[in-house]
């Protein structure tokens, strides 16, 4: 199996996180739950340290759940071990992008998360992004951390790094991401303006059940 249609898709993702500006160089990592023999589970992912100008189909890795290379060449992301995690919490994610983007890096480094600003972040986000504690990229204990700080919801900030976003695809992963990117900056404005008001507790819990239920989970 080559997976090639897969592979399209993930490098198409990555293009569209390059074009909103969400990543630059060769940071951040772009991945989604691919079919391999017998229904066994595998994950296609980004190669470490390929600048996004020079990234082809060919530098996207497929791996097992273990990490270890079934199909590609090139070395996986050094943020494997966080999509694994969250591939292994959520039976429900079909894809995982992690991007660098300004406003809301700021406010992991700030360690500052992000409240209900808005209803469609509870809609699609699952409610506010909240901060995973500190650890070393690429480490065992950031996978953690950020698994725990994710929970059920679709967006995390990884402190002093950067933006996980999680979706049933690679569109919905996107999504989030720049749905996050947008809330910083929104919520970096308002609180310039003088201060932040988050939506009234008893409309996040309403739009939170509509966030549960449009992924089959019970309100």
Not at 7 to 19: D, F, G, P, S, T
Not at 87 to 102: N, Q, W
Not at 141 to 150: M, N, V
Not at 178 to 190: D, G, N, P, S, T
Request: aromatic content about 4%; overall charge negative.
């Amino acid at each position: 199996m080559s997976w090639e249609e897969e592979k399209e898709q993930v490098l198409e993702a990555c293009r569209r996180i390059v074009a909103a500006g969400l990543v630059a160089g060769a940071s951040g990592n772009v991945s989604r739950r691919v079919e391999g023999p017998d229904g066994v589970p595998l994950v296609a992912i980004t190669a470490s340290q390929v600048p996004y100008h020079r990234l082809t189909a060919g530098d996207i890795v497929v791996i097992d759940f273990e990490g270890d290379p079934v199909e590609g060449e090139g070395v996986p992301s050094s943020e494997t071990l966080a999509h694994l995690a969250v591939y292994r919490a959520r039976p429900d994610a079909g894809a995982v992008i992690h991007t660098h983007s300004i406003y809301a890096s700021a406010l992991a480094v700030a360690s500052q998360e992000i409240p209900p600003l808005i209803e469609e972040q509870v809609v699609i986000l699952g409610g506010s992004v909240p901060v995973a504690e500190y650890a070393i990229a690429g480490s065992q204990e950031l996978a953690d951390k950020a698994r725990a700080a994710l929970g059920e919801g679709n967006a995390v900030l990884l402190h002093n790094h950067g933006v996980l976003g999680v979706g049933a695809d690679l569109e919905e992963a996107a999504i989030a991401c720049e749905l996050v990117e947008r809330l910083a900056q929104i919520y970096v404005m308002a609180l310039g303006l003088g201060g932040v008001t988050p939506l009234p507790e008893d409309v996040v819990e309403v739009h939170k059940k509509i966030f549960r239920m449009s992924r089959g989970r019970l309100p």
